[in-house]
C-alpha cells in the first residue's frame, strides 16, 4: 500500500515539473524506490514507458497553451524541453496529428493524455504460490535476441523469436537443462529506456545448464540473487495474468523491490515458473 502511495508521489513530482528538468533519481525518491524499479514497475503498470507518458503528458498541455495565440511555438517548444520549433513541430504532429499551427484552431481535435494514479487492486480469491530463494550464480545458454519496445510493442516480437528457432534446436535446447530453473527458459535482462519511450532489453531463449560446450549458443552469466519464484499452471493466459498480479498486487504488498538483474519464464511438463529478481 505503501508503495502505490509512493508511486503517486512521485506522478505529482512528474506533474509540477513537467515544464522544467526531471529528475528520475528524485522521481524514484519518492516513489521509495530504486530509479530501474520505479520505471520497470511504471511500464507494467501503465503499458508505457516512463519517458513516453512524460513524452504525452507534455505534448498534451502545450497543445492547450497553444490556444493562446500571444505565445510564440518557440517558447512552447523550449519550454516543454525541445531544443528547436522542428523537433518540436515534428513530436507534435506524430502525437497530436496535426502541426502547432493547426492546434491553434479552437474546434481541431486534438489528443488528451490525462494525469495517472495507481491504485492497488487485489483480485481475491487465486493464491500465489512463491518461494523466495537466494541462489549462487549460474548460467544460461540460447538464442539471444536484442529486442525494442516502443509502447510495449516488440520489435521482434515474441512470436518471430519463436519461429526464427527451429524444433531441432528447441529439442537441442531442452537437453541442455540439467540446474534450476529446469526446462525451456525465457530470459529478459539488461533493460534501459530512453527520453525518446525507446525501451530495449536483451531476450535469451535457452537453458539453464553446467554443461561447457554450448555448440555456438549465446551465453549469460546470472550473478548470485535473491529470487522470488511464482509458481504457475496452465497456458499462456495463466502465465501473463500471473506476471501482472506480481506487479500490481504482490510487489506493492510486500517489502521487496525489483533487483537491477533478470526476469526468467521457465517451462517444463506444462508447468511454469516466474523468477523475479529483487532485494530488500
Known amino acids: 500500500m505503501d508503495m502505490m502511495k509512493g508511486m503517486n508521489k512521485a506522478l505529482d513530482y512528474i506533474e ?9 533519481k528524485e522521481v524514484a525518491k519518492r516513489a521509495y524506490c530504486s530509479e530501474y524499479h520505479f520505471k520497470r514497475l511504471f511500464s507494467f ?20 497553451e497553444l490556444r493562446n495565440r500571444q505565445v510564440k511555438v518557440i517558447d512552447i517548444a523550449i519550454k ?5 520549433p522542428d523537433a518540436f513541430s515534428r513530436a507534435f504532429q506524430n502525437f497530436h496529428g496535426v502541426n502547432p499551427t493547426l492546434a491553434r484552431n479552437p474546434e481541431q481535435n486534438l489528443k488528451a493524455s490525462p494525469k495517472l494514479s495507481f491504485q492497488l487492486t487485489i483480485q481475491g480469491g487465486t493464491q500465489m504460490k512463491y518461494r523466495i530463494v537466494e541462489k549462487g550464480p549460474f548460467k544460461v545458454v540460447g538464442v539471444k535476441y536484442v529486442v525494442e519496445m516502443v509502447n510495449e510493442i516488440l520489435s521482434p516480437t515474441y512470436e ?9 534446436k528447441m529439442k537441442e535446447l531442452e537437453s541442455l537443462s540439467n540446474k534450476e530453473p529446469h526446462g525451456l527458459v525465457h530470459v529478459s535482462v539488461n533493460y534501459t529506456e530512453d527520453m525518446e519511450g525507446k525501451a530495449t532489453f536483451d531476450q535469451y531463449i535457452g537453458a539453464v545448464t553446467t554443461i561447457e560446450d554450448t555448440n555456438g549458443y549465446s551465453t549469460l552469466d546470472i550473478p548470485p540473487l535473491l529470487w522470488a519464484i511464482f509458481e504457475v499452471d496452465g497456458d499462456w493466459t495463466q502465465v501473463e495474468d500471473h ?26 511438463d506444462h508447468k511454469s515458473e516466474i523468477w523475479i529478481s529483487i532485494k530488500k
Do not use: C
Open 243 to 268: 506476471w501482472q498480479r506480481i506487479y500490481s498486487e504482490w510487489l506493492p504488498s510486500f517489502s521487496y523491490e525489483l533487483a537491477e538483474g533478470p526476469e526468467i519464464l521457465a517451462s517444463k
Open 45 to 64: 503498470l501503465s503499458g508505457i514507458t516512463l519517458s513516453e507518458y512524460i513524452r504525452r503528458r507534455r505534448l498534451a498541455i502545450a497543445a492547450l
Open 160 to 168: 518471430d523469436m519463436i519461429a526464427g528457432i527451429s524444433d531441432y
Open 16 to 24: 509540477v515539473n513537467l515544464d522544467s528538468h526531471i529528475d528520475l
Open 80 to 84: 516543454y524541453g525541445y531544443r528547436s
